[in-house]
């Protein structure tokens, strides 16, 4: 049956704006892989969709989810800027950001490179808001001192 698709449902409104920030959370922690991770995620969104829905912070739920069922052993390779729909970047930056501890990479990139609020971060790593600030404090700290940039900077 060739007919016209319905109108889109609550579950695809809901993927449509939650995939590109799935995928820009973790870029920092899967690289390349990060749309494998977040397609797991949608999946599973849909299977416990009745849950999901009524969640007050699904992606960040969902963050949590793509990680744990995505576990790589390559260390990550991080994805074109292009790819992520994010403005250019100082490409030294990108080095920069993988010499740093992976708790300090995710909070930096969520805090800063998609907009999340400390409180989203810290349910999506399962930590404190103040653990996460000192997480996003020593990392911008680090890629300062890497990239030779000023501390007021």
């Avoid at 007919?3 to 820009?24: I, K, N, Y």
């Avoid at 969640?55 to 052993?73: D, E, I």
């Avoid at 074109?80 to 740093?100: G, H, R």
């Amino acid at each position: 049956m060739g007919g016209a698709r319905s109108e889109p449902t609550a579950f695809d409104e809901f993927a449509r704006v939650a995939r590109p920030r799935l995928l820009r959370a973790l870029a920092a922690s899967r690289g390349s892989e990060a749309d494998d991770a977040a397609a797991e995620a949608l999946a599973f969104a849909w299977e416990h969709w009745g849950e999901v829905r009524a969640m007050t912070n699904p992606v960040g739920y969902l963050y949590r989810v793509a990680q744990s069922r995505t576990r790589s052993r390559k260390p990550p390779r991080l994805p074109t800027p292009d790819l992520l729909s994010v403005p250019e970047v100082e490409p030294q930056l990108v080095v920069a950001m993988l010499k740093l501890p992976l708790t300090q990479r995710t909070a930096v990139w969520l805090v800063h490179g998609c907009q999340w609020r400390y409180g989203e971060v810290a349910e999506a790593m399962g930590t404190s808001v103040s653990m996460v600030g000192n997480h996003v404090t020593r990392g911008l700290a680090k890629l300062r001192q890497e990239l030779e940039v000023p501390a007021r900077a």
